[in-house]
């Protein structure tokens, strides 16, 4: 596709359930990252892709954290038993470089616990 | 570990005034430098990044920023800013010449252009 894509753009789930969020990259881009931004912060590394490498996941926080990516395509951020203090917008980017080329940005998932 | 520190949370400016956002950086070892910009409703682009050579890089939309190895800053400059600056802007940091490291962003700093 033309741009990183995800889905859904928001999503409001209630504390204790499980919740997917999916990121659709660049076509042809090897790398892979999840950010989450809450509210008034920065972003927050939680996990990288890079080809068919074993994953950076020294971002995620709880092991109610996972994501998987299939080859060089689709990626999903699974949360398991949410919290409140998971609401935050998670941000996707994919790149062709690595970070020297500078990354692509979704426009995020907004999640709402409740 | 590197961090990225934005000393301002936010600069509200008027119209045609110039800008400087601050960013400094800690790393124990060479660096590459981004900013990214995000306009409301809008994805994070990048705006200039700093990778080796001339201190002084220039980026989209007038923006520029100067790398200061001895002050571990890298601050993005404006002249003058129109109306359409008003968006929110992360400075990010990686480690140089190690490919596939994670940038690591700043809190943000909101510029609020007004007329």
């Known amino acids: 596709g033309a741009g990183v894509s995800q889905s859904p753009s928001n999503k409001v789930t209630e504390k204790g359930k499980d919740v997917e969020l999916r990121c659709d990259p660049i076509s042809g881009h090897t790398a892979l990252y999840w950010y989450r931004q809450r509210l008034g912060q920065g972003l927050e590394f939680l996990i990288y892709?890079?080809?068919?490498?074993?994953?950076?996941k020294s971002g995620l926080p709880s092991d109610r954290f996972s994501a998987e990516r299939t080859g060089e395509s689709v990626s999903t951020l699974t949360i398991q038993r949410t919290q409140q203090e998971d609401s935050a917008v998670y941000l996707c980017?994919?790149?062709?470089?690595?970070?020297?080329?500078?990354?692509?940005f979704g426009s995020g998932t907004r999640l709402t616990v409740v | 570990a590197q961090s990225v520190t934005q000393l301002d949370s936010q600069v509200p400016v008027f119209e045609e005034a110039p800008v400087e956002l601050r960013c400094n950086y800690s790393?124990?070892?060479?660096?590459?430098l981004f900013w990214y910009v995000q306009y409301p409703n809008q994805g994070l682009q990048l705006l200039l990044k700093?990778?080796?050579?001339?201190?002084l890089v220039k980026g989209i939309n007038g923006f520029e920023a100067e790398f200061n190895k001895s002050q571990t800053s890298f601050h993005l400059r404006k002249p003058s800013v129109h109306i359409s600056d008003t968006a929110e802007y992360f400075c990010?940091?990686?480690?140089?010449?190690?490919?596939?490291?994670?940038?690591?962003f700043g809190k943000g700093t909101t510029l609020s252009v007004s007329s």
């Open positions: 892709f890079q080809g068919n490498s074993a994953p950076d």
């Open positions: 700093y990778l080796s050579g001339s201190t």
């Open positions: 980017a994919s790149s062709s470089q690595g970070q020297i080329y500078g990354y692509t």
């Open positions: 990010a940091v990686s480690t140089a010449n190690q490919a596939g490291t994670a940038l690591i």
């Open positions: 790393s124990s070892v060479s660096v590459y």
